[in-house]
């Protein structure tokens, strides 16, 4: 299994309300990470986890929350989120040591904020 | 921070080569991969250099001069399918921490 899925494909939400995105693999990598896209840019990473622990915090906002439950989830829960947050917001993963430095993503999250 | 630059778009004839170029500026470098995305699609992995030279890996290539901070994927026998966005990606300041390019947009014309 060389799958990273993502649950919602698409999620609408008003600037008041809360929500999770939530990615899983199980190809046994022990980093996992989120970005987020903007149409016509490219991925800008927002968070890594390595070994279930936050590794890297690209100064992101606190209305966003990342949370690794185990090696294989990882969710990004989302509160009082501006419009300017409506992207396409990635979920990634790679083996720690690999000397191919490959990242599988997942097919993404389309979120408007409204 | 770091920094990385490519062309905006590329246009090239199908069964062509074309060449896509990234310069980039970091601290702490560790290796440069390639992605390529097509609209409405997850990036997939293409390359990755850690050391000076060529890779290569079927229809394509990519190549890394760590001393000129520049790097490049090459793309042969150029097919209608490869019409995507192409992202140069180094490892840098922290091996976990990635930072994309500004993206190649390619149009692969009959």
């Known amino acids: 299994d060389t799958e990273v899925t993502q649950t919602p494909k698409h999620l609408v939400m008003g600037m008041t309300n809360k929500k999770s995105l939530k990615c899983e693999q199980h190809m046994g990598h022990r980093a996992m990470y989120w970005y987020k896209q903007k149409a016509k840019k490219p991925p800008e990473l927002m968070f890594v986890y390595s070994y279930e622990k936050l590794s890297i915090n690209e100064s992101v906002p606190s209305r966003f929350s990342p949370e690794c439950p185990n090696s294989s989830l990882l969710n990004l829960h989302l509160h009082a989120l501006q419009p300017e947050d409506s992207a396409l917001y990635l979920c990634?993963?790679?083996?720690?040591?690999?000397?191919?430095?490959?990242?599988?993503f997942g097919p993404g999250t389309r979120l408007t904020v409204l | 921070g770091q920094s990385l630059e490519q062309p905006s778009e590329v246009t090239a004839v199908e069964g062509a080569i074309v060449q896509i170029n990234c310069t980039y500026q970091?601290?702490?470098?560790?290796?440069l991969s390639w992605y390529q995305q097509h609209d409405g699609g997850a990036p997939t992995f293409l390359s990755y250099n850690a050391l000076d030279g060529l890779e290569e890996t079927g229809r394509f290539s990519s190549f890394l001069s760590r001393s000129d901070s520049y790097g490049y994927l090459l793309l042969q026998e150029l097919q209608m399918k490869d019409s995507a966005s192409y992202f140069c990606?180094?490892?840098?300041?922290?091996?976990?921490?990635?930072?994309f390019g500004t993206g190649t947009k390619l149009q692969v014309i009959p």
């Open positions: 990606a180094v490892r840098a300041g922290g091996y976990q921490k990635v930072t």
């Open positions: 990634a993963s790679s083996q720690e040591t690999s000397s191919y430095n490959e990242q599988f």
């Open positions: 970091t601290s702490g470098f560790y290796g």
